[in-house]
């Protein structure tokens, strides 16, 4: 899936996506009168990165917006509709398995939160076309955790031990994935704080949108905005963020910041070390995404969000697709693929999240090496 091209024909497509998916997240609310002069090769480039940066259908949904002079020709349109088309039956799938994950673990007496992923949907204007990855449970508590893993045990189900202490497995051909900590946060002088916050902020019921039989347990809109931040924070400075992500903190943005007082958002943010990684992704949201600025969780931005912007365009999807990194066919090389991303990214993350960034990788050196 790689896409050969020049300076100027790369940042042609990636502007095309990015209004595409400005389109997606917004609808028809900004002028897109320039004609786009795209060739079947460019469309079909377009097409890919979308791809790679798993926004598919939401790009397939700004392409609606398009004049009809504009739009992809007619056998990309096939294509891209016949991947939305399966955007859509995978989700209808997740949320049916979800919510017999939910059903299982309640007849056990446990209620897992969930993390990112369906939750996170439910802020999108059409959330079946949100492309979906696993799904993230966290258990708040370690009764909780430990019967939740003799559950799996007793059903035989085959788990495996994650580098940040996590589990997954697979079931009912969906990724799924336990948590013990609710935070991508690592600094161990932080977790007290961090806890208590959790504590005071807690948790919300939410109905899916596309299936309200089915009750989930979130973080409150406090929690989910600051575990997305640092969610794509840990992702930016090791194996790379894509834009889906971006696109899920934008969307919770605009729906949560009326439940969300500013000043403490920047209080909490300057305590655990954020202050200068959160203005650098409200600048992304609002230059690259068009989220509004009074949507943001607190108003300060960075001069520019470009060393952000490199990284996410670097790889497409948590780095899949960086050209740098060696095939992952065994282990080891999956290994030193991360050693090397945080080399790499070690100047920006220094300058952005210097002590959170070290007690990650210290984490991830003792998880990768067990």
């Not at 969307?251 to 958002?265: A, N, T």
Request: hydrophobic share 35%.
């Amino acid at each position: 899936m790689e896409i050969k091209q020049d300076g100027a024909r790369q940042e042609k497509l990636r502007n095309v996506l990015l209004l595409l998916v400005r389109l997606g997240l917004w609808g028809d609310r900004e002028e897109h009168n320039t004609r786009l002069n795209l060739t079947e090769e460019d469309w079909n480039d377009v097409f890919r990165l979308a791809m790679q940066h798993t926004v598919t259908g939401l790009a397939f949904q700004g392409v609606s917006h398009l004049p009809d002079s504009q739009i992809p020709p007619q056998s990309l349109l096939v294509r891209w509709m016949a991947e939305t088309d399966a955007v859509e039956r995978r989700n209808r799938k997740m949320n049916g398995v979800l919510g017999q994950l939910y059903n299982i673990f309640h007849e056990k007496g446990l209620n897992p939160i969930l993390q990112k992923g369906q939750g996170v949907a439910n802020y999108y204007e059409s959330p079946l076309l949100r492309v979906c990855g696993d799904i993230d449970l966290y258990f708040n508590n370690k009764k909780a955790w430990d019967d939740a893993l003799d559950f799996l045990r007793k059903n035989n189900i085959t788990f495996t031990k994650q580098a940040d202490e996590g589990i997954s497995y697979r079931w009912q051909g969906v990724d799924i994935e336990h948590h013990s900590r609710l935070f991508d946060l690592y600094n161990p002088f932080l977790q007290g704080f961090v806890r208590k916050l959790e504590g005071q902020k807690g948790y919300r019921h939410t109905a899916l949108s596309t299936y309200p039989s089915v009750i989930v347990t979130t973080p409150s809109p406090f929690l989910d905005i600051l575990l997305q931040s640092l969610h794509i924070l840990k992702h930016s400075v090791s194996r790379g963020i894509g834009l889906r992500q971006m696109c899920d903190m934008a969307r919770s943005c605009y729906k949560l910041h009326g439940e969300i007082d500013s000043e403490e958002m920047k209080a909490v943010c300057k305590k655990i070390g954020l202050q200068r990684w959160c203005p650098l992704l409200h600048t992304f949201l609002i230059d690259y995404l068009g989220l509004p600025k009074d949507c943001l969780p607190y108003e300060d931005t960075a001069p520019s969000a470009a060393p952000l912007a490199e990284i996410v365009w670097r790889g497409g999807n948590f780095g899949q697709y960086d050209s740098m990194l060696v095939s992952e066919s065994v282990a080891y090389r999956r290994k030193l693929n991360t050693i090397r991303s945080f080399m790499r990214n070690m100047h920006f993350a220094s300058y952005y999240a210097p002590k959170e960034t070290f007690w990650y990788f210290v984490q991830l050196l003792k998880g990768q090496f067990k």
